[in-house]
Each structure stands twice: as structure tokens, then as C-alpha cells.
């Protein structure tokens, strides 16, 4: 029954269909089911206008709509109107779908009207409440609290706007059984976690009589959403590791251990040495190794790679290194090769600007096996680069590669898919990991090397721009050298591209040559000239870099100790930190400034806060899960992973962590859950398993 076509239900039709579809995405009456109220409207009482006290709560009051009218212009222009009742006035605004509601709203008539009230210069109104008009329907009190259904104008139209969708939802839960909504959980979780049961749950979730039963209903449902992805995640991973064989490489040989006595610079701290034991158990174990290694910026992931890279060729495999920028490709391909010295192993560089004999010769060195080491961007992927015999891939700063480019490295193996390694500094939340990278198995290096000084963050407005200069100049005639960093959202951005001349012509009015060189990198340049300024900064050439985000990710300059971000407002949170990641990496202290205006949005004001309180990644990357919410943190949306309908990953922690082990426990006694007891889960599984299948093959 609930895969039933939606026009099938009673008073939807094709047209109503059709726009279900459309609009919402809603095909059968599963669908419909499952599109759950974003809010609901306590209708257990009316207030009057004269009760409204407090600032924030939410009211449903009762009265006539006495005036309509558009003040303002532009992007100060809002529909203003009067609410009356036998109390009061009070007033309602909206800044948004200005025009449709010009057209549906009739000043004159009684309409229901529920929002959160705020107050505004001494007076209270509500912005954006919920209209609906005043019906002998709804005049009297419903014992219920009422659903509010996400909804669009065009569905509106067709009758289903909230209460429209009110309407359906009551008509396709009155035609339903409890045998069409079976329980997917076993009567033990249920008893042993409180859990309210499925089919009372999915009716509760729509039409609760009161909070209690609201917040039962909810817990049971994101219980069960996050309960089966993380049982499917982790039995891929199980699968993965029992039956998806992996070359072995045996022996940790020469190469590895001639260059861990004679070449490595500094002792690896403790957090790099149990990773490197991690990823050497999974080289061997005769599984693919697909494992992700998170480290804040500057924990030292690089050497890392090295060494598990020495290990494959130590057992006659090539491997391949690839980052998501031009630069960052270079200075891992320059930093590779001096690590490497004349151990006598090969190491090559490809990206898009390697062209012509250049180009040919590597691919025919890669063809035929005498290049060991492949250092490059996205160019690795492309059909024209075979492999001789690759056995490890690793992927630095991943987030910037989608699931697809991943897919296409697994097929460059030799026979068997290659082992992957992938790195990254932006942490990830742990909520965010579990789901995101469930089925991968994770390392942290939770330790910086030794002999770091934290980084001063501090906060700056353009009041304070000549104290900035001339801490810049102090810290250069130390010897030092300066970051400055000015936002270029889209590199297309006009003004963007205006902010940062000017500031590079201010800068180098304040900063004249000869005495101060200064440098310049944007996205817009070619990458020759990129790479040609970017290697005079490393060389200590020039005392200041003026860039744009390019020079985010990876970088490695230990002399510059100051980082200069220009309107840090502009910039997300894991993005200014890794911004700050770019010093900090020798001996010296480092600072980093944060240019703003003075005056900041909430939003901004916290970033900035945060930033200046912590160093932490992993505390920076839950706040920043909070600030921006889950499907906003970078690699989860061109991941396509996290299509939650009812957990929040920002919220639900506790219960994904919950989850997450009962799965585990579970897998462990039953890893094809075949016990009786296990049959719901069985079943659950493979249904929801179709969509699932796609991902599962390539992460
Ligand atoms: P990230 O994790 O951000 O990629 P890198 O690998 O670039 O960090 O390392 C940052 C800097 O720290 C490099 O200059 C590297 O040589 C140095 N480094 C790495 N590990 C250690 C260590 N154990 N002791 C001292 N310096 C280290
Ligand atoms: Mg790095």
C-alpha cells in the first residue's frame, strides 16, 4: 500500500499528483508519510492580543486582519499588517513572498494567526507568522497539537498548503493498518531503550495530543533513522574487511627503513607512530585498507604518507599522492623528493600544466613501472594514466574530492583495488565522521610535534589598522614573514577581485620596496605565476603574501608567523581555521589576526569568538556544526550521503552514539543478522538497501 502512486489517494488526483511530486518530491503514499511536520501549532489554547509578555514564545491568538500595506524599498522593503482583537493590536511583518501574500491575505477578514513574537523598538509583532483564515473549523480549540507541513506557493495554490497537507495526512492515516507499518526494531530494543513502537510512532509524529508524546515519537524515529544507517555502515565495512580482498604487502623492506634511520628529520610523536602501526596492520591483513587519517593542520600527516608509500614500494607497488590544488600538489612533490633524497626511489609529478614530452614521459614511466611515486591533482584520475601496478592511493585534504573521483582511483588498481589512504585536516565532527565515514575506519592524530607554540588569535576592527601595520613591520624586521588574506568567495566575484588590488596597492604604499617585497597569489592567475610567487614566499624572497583562499589548504612556509585575514566575517569557521593552519608550523610564535568590521552579525561574532578561544579543530568543527548545521559542512553535500529526514546530526548526538554502539554489539554477535531475533533488522535492511547499494560499492 505504500508504494501506491500519490495521485491514487483519495482527493490528490493527477494534477495534485503532479504537483506533490514536483514540489516535494512526494511520489506514494510512503512518501507522503514520511514528509514530517517541521513545527506544530499548540492548539490547546488561544491567547489574547494584551497576554503577549515575554519576547520569543510563540502565541495563537484570534482577530481581525485591520491593515496591509509594502514600507520600504529594496532590500528594506517588507509587507507590514494589524492584527486586532477585543485586547489589542499588535503588529505583523513580512519580509518575504511579499507579493503572494499581497494577494491572499484580505485586510477586513478574521483570520488564526500563530508565530513567535519579538520585540522591536519597545513594541511587540511577530515576523512571518503562520495566517490562516478564521473557519467554524478552526475557531473551536482542537484537543491536538496541529502539524505544520513544509510547503511551497505553487502547492498552496492547489489546496495543499499546511493545512491542506493537514487534510491528506489524516486521510492516508486513517487508510492505513498497523500491518502496513511493521516494526523494524525486536521487542527487546524496544523494552530495553524505551522505545515508542513504529506504528504508534508514525502516527504520533503527526498528530500528537500533547509534547510527551511528541517527544516519544521523535526519539523513536531518529533512533531508528540513524540506528540502520550506522548498521548498514558498519556492515559494509565488516564485508569490506572479511571478503573484499587487498593486495598484502608482507615485508616492511629498505626503502622504508633506510629512510626512517637516515633521512627522517625529527622523531614522529606518538599519535604518528600508532597511526602508522594502524595503517601497517591493514597493509597486511589481505583486505582493502580504506582508511581515513584525521590531524589538525600541522600534526604531521605528510610523513605519514610517506611511509605507508615506502611500504608499498618496498613490495614492488607504485603509489599515487593526490591533492586538490596545483600548489599543494608541487610542494608535496618538492617536499617528497627532498625527504627522499637518494634513497632510489622515483618520484614523479603530473597535474593539468605537465604537457607534451613532459607529460608523455611520465605516463610512460608510470605504464612501465620505473616511476614509483606519483605525486599530482586531478589529472591522476583521467583514463590516460595506467599504472603499472598501483597499490596505494592517498587523497590529501579529501573533502575536496567527490565519491566519483574516489570510484575512478579504485579502478587504476592492479587486479584488485589499490589500498586508499585518505588525509584530512578538516575535522570533522565525530557525529558527522560516524555517518559520513562510518564505513571507513578512522585514525587521529591528536598530537601536535613537539615545540609548538599555540597560535595568538586576536581581534581587530579597521580602527586598530595601524597597530596591525606595525606589529607586520616589528615581526618582519624579526626576520619573519606575513600572511594577508582576502576573501574571493567565487572567483568570479568582481568586487572581490577590486578588495584585493586595492589592498595589495595600500599594501604596498605602507610596505614600499626596496625594503619590502611583497607577493601576490589569486585564483585568477595562471599557474605558472601562481607557483613562481608562491615559491619566492617559501624562499623567504618576499616578507608578505597577499592571497586570496588558494593558498588555504596545505601550504607549508614554518618562517611566516602572521596571518592577516581581511574581512574574516566573510569566511566559515573550519575555513578560518585552516587559514590560521598556515602558520604556526616552525619554532616561533604566531599570531593571527582577524580583520572585521565593527559591526558583526550573531553568527559572525561567535566564528570570531570561537576562533580566538580555541585552537582545537575538533571543538572549532562542532561549532561550526552548529552554527551552519549539518548539510552545510563541507564533503557532505556533493557526498549526497546525509539525507536524514528526522535526525539532526548537529543535536542527536547522544542518539547516534547510542545507535551506533547497539549496531556494533549486534553486528558483532550476528554479523548476517540471521538469529530470529534479528529478523525485523534483516528485513528493514534490505529494504532500504536499494538506494544505499550505490555509495556502499564505491566509499
Ligand atoms: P599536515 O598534517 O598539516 O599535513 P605537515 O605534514 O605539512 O602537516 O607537517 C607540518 C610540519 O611539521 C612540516 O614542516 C613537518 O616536517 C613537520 N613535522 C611533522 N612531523 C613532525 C615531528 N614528529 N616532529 C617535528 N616536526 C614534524
Ligand atoms: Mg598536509
Known amino acids: 500500500m505504500l508504494d501506491t502512486a500519490i495521485e491514487y489517494l483519495r482527493s490528490v488526483g493527477p494534477q495534485r499528483g503532479e504537483a506533490l511530486k514536483r514540489e516535494l518530491g512526494i511520489y506514494t503514499w510512503g512518501d507522503l508519510l514520511m514528509h514530517f511536520p517541521f513545527r506544530y501549532l499548540d492548539r490547546t489554547r488561544f491567547h489574547s492580543i494584551r497576554d503577549i509578555q515575554r519576547e520569543g ?12 500595506e509594502t514600507v520600504g524599498a529594496g532590500r528594506a522593503k517588507r509587507l507590514v499588517g494589524t492584527l486586532r482583537d477585543e485586547t489589542g493590536t499588535l503588529e505583523l511583518v513580512w519580509f518575504q513572498g511579499i507579493a503572494w501574500l499581497e494577494r491572499s491575505l484580505v485586510v477586513g477578514k478574521p483570520y488564526v494567526v500563530y508565530g513567535r513574537v519579538s520585540l522591536f523598538n519597545g513594541r511587540f509583532s511577530i515576523a512571518h507568522p503562520e495566517m490562516e483564515e478564521l473557519t467554524s473549523d478552526n475557531a473551536q480549540l482542537a484537543r491536538t497539537f496541529d502539524p505544520i507541513y513544509p ?134 591483513a589481505g583486505f582493502q585498507m580504506n582508511r581515513l587519517v584525521q590531524g589538525d593542520v600541522g600534526s604531521g600527516k605528510t610523513v605519514i604518507a610517506l611511509l605507508a608509500m615506502l611500504i608499498a614500494v618496498d613490495n614492488g607497488f607504485q603509489t599515487c599522492l593526490m591533492a586538490p590544488t596545483e600548489i599543494l600538489a608541487q610542494q608535496h612533490y618538492t617536499g617528497l623528493t627532498e625527504l627522499v633524497g637518494d634513497l632510489g626511489v622515483r618520484i614523479g609529478f603530473l597535474s593539468g600544466t ?211 585575514i581581511e574581512n574574516a566575517e566573510r569566511f566559515g569557521l573550519s575555513q578560518l581555521h585552516q587559514l590560521r593552519g598556515r602558520v604556526g608550523r616552525g619554532a616561533e610564535q604566531s599570531y593571527c589576526l582577524l580583520m572585521t568590521s565593527q559591526k558583526l552579525s550573531a553568527d559572525a561574532r561567535e566564528r570570531i569568538q570561537t576562533l580566538v578561544r580555541t585552537n582545537n579543530g575538533f571543538e572549532i568543527a562542532d561549532a561550526d556544526l552548529r552554527l551552519r548545521g549539518p548539510g552545510n559542512i563541507e564533503g557532505t553535500q556533493q557526498s549526497g550521503m546525509i539525507r536524514l529526514l528526522i535526525a539532526d546530526l548537529a543535536k542527536d548526538g547522544q542518539i547516534l552514539s547510542a545507535a551506533r554502539d547497539i549496531a556494533k554489539r549486534i553486528l558483532e554477535a550476528d554479523p548476517e543478522l540471521m538469529a530470529p531475533e534479528h529478523y525485523r533488522l534483516r528485513e528493514h535492511l534490505a529494504a532500504i538497501g536499494k538506494e544505499a547499494r550505490l555509495w556502499s560499492r564505491i566509499s
Open 57 to 68: 514564545e510563540a502565541y495563537q491568538l484570534k482577530g481581525i486582519l485591520r491593515r496591509l
Open 151 to 284: 510547503s511551497t506557493d505553487k502547492l498552496s495554490q492547489k489546496g495543499l498548503d499546511a493545512r491542506g497537507l493537514r487534510k491528506l495526512m489524516r486521510l492516508l492515516l486513517d487508510q492505513l493498518t498497523p500491518a502496513e507499518l511493521p516494526e523494524t526494531l525486536p521487542d527487546s530494543l524496544l523494552s530495553a531503550y524505551r522505545l515508542m513502537p513504529r506504528w504508534e510512532a508514525l502516527q504520533k509524529i503527526h498528530f500528537p495530543e500533547n509534547q510527551q508524546e511528541l517527544d516519544a515519537a521523535r526519539r523513536r524515529l531518529k533512533f531508528e533513522e540513524l540506528f540502520f544507517l550506522q548498521l548498514r555502515l558498519l556492515q559494509i565495512r565488516r564485508r569490506r574487511k572479511t571478503s573484499s580482498q587487498g593486495f598484502i604487502f608482507e615485508k616492511v623492506g629498505d626503502c622504508f627503513h633506510r629512510f626512517y634511520r637516515e633521512k627522517l628529520p625529527f622523531e614522529l610523536t606518538q599519535a604518528q607512530k600508532r597511526v602508522v602501526r594502524e595503517i601497517r596492520a591493514d597493509l597486511r
Open 354 to 564: 605537465v604537457k607534451g614530452k613532459a607529460r608523455k614521459a611520465t605516463l610512460g614511466a608510470l605504464a612501465s613501472g620505473d616511476m614509483h611515486i606519483v605525486v599530482g591533482t586531478h589529472a591522476l584520475i583521467e583514463d590516460t594514466v595506467q599504472f603499472h601496478r598501483l597499490g596505494l592511493a592517498v587523497i590529501d585534504e579529501q573533502h575536496r574530492f567527490g565519491v566519483e573521483q574516489r570510484a575512478a582511483l579504485w579502478k587504476k588498481g592492479a587486479g584488485l583495488p589499490p589500498h586508499v589512504l585518505v588525509m584530512t585536516a578538516t575535522p570533522i565532527p565525530r557525529t558527522l565522521a560516524m555517518t559520513l565515514y562510518g564505513d571507513l575506519d578512522t585514525s587521529i592524530i591528536d598530537e601536535l610535534p613537539p615545540g609548538r607554540k599555540p597560535i595568538n588569535t586576536l581581534h581587530f576592527t579597521e580602527q586598530h589598522r595601524l597597530r596591525v601595520q606595525g606589529f607586520m613591520r616589528e615581526q618582519i624586521a624579526q626576520g619573519r614573514q606575513v600572511y594577508v588574506v582576502y576573501p574571493m568567495i567565487e572567483e568570479t566575484e568582481k568586487t572581490d577581485m577590486l578588495n584585493l588590488m586595492a589592498g595589495y596597492e595600500a599594501l604596498r604604499r605602507d610596505f614600499p620596496p626596496p625594503q619590502y617585497q611583497i607577493s601576490i597569489v589569486h585564483g585568477k592567475m595562471k599557474p605558472a605565476d601562481k607557483d613562481f610567487e608562491m615559491r619566492r614566499f617559501a624562499r623567504g624572497e618576499t616578507h608578505i603574501m597577499v592571497a586570496t583562499t588558494v593558498i588555504e589548504v596545505g601550504v607549508n612556509v614554518p618562517n611566516a608567523t602572521v596571518m592577516v
